[in-house]
């Protein structure tokens, strides 16, 4: 893709970053986790950066939607839980389902609609696109 090396991502590279949101906020300014940068269709994201792209150019997301999308792209093709994603987006807080609903809803419009996350009823969300370390 694009020219780039790109290579199918294995989860316990972006397992790390997720383990740092879990830890909080603090936890974030570490640097010994992996700069690595992960990418699905136009998009990339650098978690260490806190920076989603799309197409090269930097897009504007909210902190919990950044922190929803590590998570989900963390487990590719599973289905997350409510429960656990609210517990590991915000572990520090007691999170409502109704935010957690706000706040995949702000993620979808940045990812330009529901192409990338989909609600499994009763169960959960999904990330369904096909995620590569980028080079």
Same mark, same amino acid.
């Given at each position: 893709?694009?020219?780039?090396? =790109? ?5 316990? =590279? #972006? ?18 986790? &992996? ?12 978690? =260490? ?8 150019? $930097? ?10 999308? %590590?998570? *989900? ?11 656990? #994603? ?6 520090? *807080?007691? &999170?409502?389902?109704?935010? #957690?609903?706000? =706040? +995949?809803?702000? #993620? ?11 609600? +499994? $009823?009763?169960?959960?969300? %999904? ?9």
């Amino acid at each position: 893709m694009n020219g780039r090396n =790109h290579e199918q991502m294995p989860t316990e =590279h #972006l397992n790390s970053y997720v383990n740092m949101v879990e830890g909080g906020r603090e936890e974030r300014n570490r640097t010994d986790f &992996v700069l690595e940068a992960f990418s699905f269709g136009p998009f990339r994201i650098l978690p =260490h950066a806190r920076l989603l792209e799309y197409d090269g150019s $930097p897009m504007p997301i909210s902190s919990r939607a950044f922190d929803l999308l %590590c998570i *989900l792209i963390s487990r590719p093709g599973q289905v997350v839980s409510k429960s656990e #994603l609210m517990a590991k987006a915000r572990p520090d *807080l007691t &999170v409502e389902e109704s935010s #957690l609903r706000f =706040h +995949v809803t702000m #993620l979808r419009r940045a990812l330009g609609g529901e192409r990338y996350v989909v609600n +499994v $009823p009763g169960r959960g969300y %999904c990330f369904v696109a096909s995620v590569d370390r980028a080079a």
